[in-house]
């Protein structure tokens, strides 16, 4: 398991330890041990939980580290928004040791799982913040993913107005991406970026806005 998600990584530029690699495998197996009373994940096995679910947080990790490297930031700050069980946040968390990861979720029992994961992890760099993106709780990141959070189109100006001017919104996308004739208020595409995960062959695809500078 630790290799398949070694190789996954190095495939997008990045490097993992052997003892990130131990730390995914062992989130997903969190994940797997709660999942039926908290209704964590569809997934058919734990296999499945990494290919699938840990490989998507992966590429995420992979682009913040090859951005955060072009413009010069050192310490990155991120957000997940819309972070269910955390496999995007925790997974970049894990994955890049010198960000820090704040996890944003509307549902108590989903906040609570990925604060016990942060705590059976050791993590240091992760924190949960129980709030609905653009309700409450202002935010100012360099990076900030979306994977489930709603329709591109009904959350882009939410999630763009959570990130600092220069910084840039992931949204995960599927086959087909919801960019056209997507306006982005304050911000503006960068570009769409197709990935497959090991788990198939279907076509995913990583949509990038940058906020314009105020």
Known sequence: MQKLLVSFASER???LSQAQADALVR???LVWEKKDFLNLTSASDLQEVLSRHICDGLTAAAK???MAHIKGISRPQVADAGAGAGYIGLTTAIALEQAEVT???SIEKRCSFM???IMQLGLKNAKVKQVRLG???KFAVDFL???AMGQLPDILAICLHAVKPGGVFIAFQGEYPQTQGCKAAGGSLLGVERYTLPCDDK???LALFEKHDQ
Request: charged content about 20%; proline content about 0%.
């Open 64 to 66: 913040i580290n090859a």
């Open 13 to 15: 530029g990045l490097t």
């Open 145 to 147: 993913t979306e994977r």
């Open 115 to 117: 604060n016990w994961a």
């Open 135 to 137: 309700q409450g709780t």
């Open 103 to 105: 996890l944003i979720e």
């Open 203 to 205: 076509k995913r695809h």
């Open 27 to 29: 989130y997903a197996q």
